[in-house]
């Protein structure tokens, strides 16, 4: 089992700048995939960001390339969202995601086993 807990959202102006954190706890496997979702009201969650638990590469989705970056801290099991050049668009509830997921399917949010409770991030104009 994989517990999951997320921190840092809040209220920022647009153009402000949030950093997330998702402190893992549990049997992290070394071929787990961790990625953040979000999901706005009356909207689907979506893939924002993901990163391999050894390797450390990354992936993106095209609304946040350039102002958003993923990392992970093996050491702490944390895995983080800088968040830069927020706008209104980026309002959601923010989730952190664990789980063995195969390449082809890291966007999919059905794919991954475990999930944070969620931390909501509200962008004002």
């Known amino acids: 089992q994989v517990q999951l807990v997320e921190s840092g959202g809040g209220l920022v102006q647009a153009g402000g700048s949030l950093r997330l954190s998702c402190a893992a706890s549990?049997?992290?496997?070394?071929?787990?995939?961790m990625a953040w979702f979000r999901q706005a009201p009356g909207q689907e969650r979506e893939f924002v960001a993901g990163v391999t638990w050894t390797s450390g590469s990354t992936g993106y989705a095209d609304s946040v390339k350039g102002r958003f970056t993923i990392s992970r801290d093996n050491a702490k099991n944390a895995v983080y969202l800088q968040m830069n050049s927020l706008k209104p668009e980026d309002t959601a509830v923010y989730y952190c995601?664990?789980?063995?997921?195969?390449?082809?399917?890291?966007?999919?949010?059905?794919?991954?086993?475990?999930w944070g409770q969620g931390t909501q991030v509200t962008v004002s104009s």
């Open positions: 549990g049997r992290i496997l070394s071929t787990y995939r």
């Open positions: 995601a664990a789980g063995y997921v195969p390449l082809g399917y890291v966007r999919d949010f059905r794919r991954y086993d475990y």
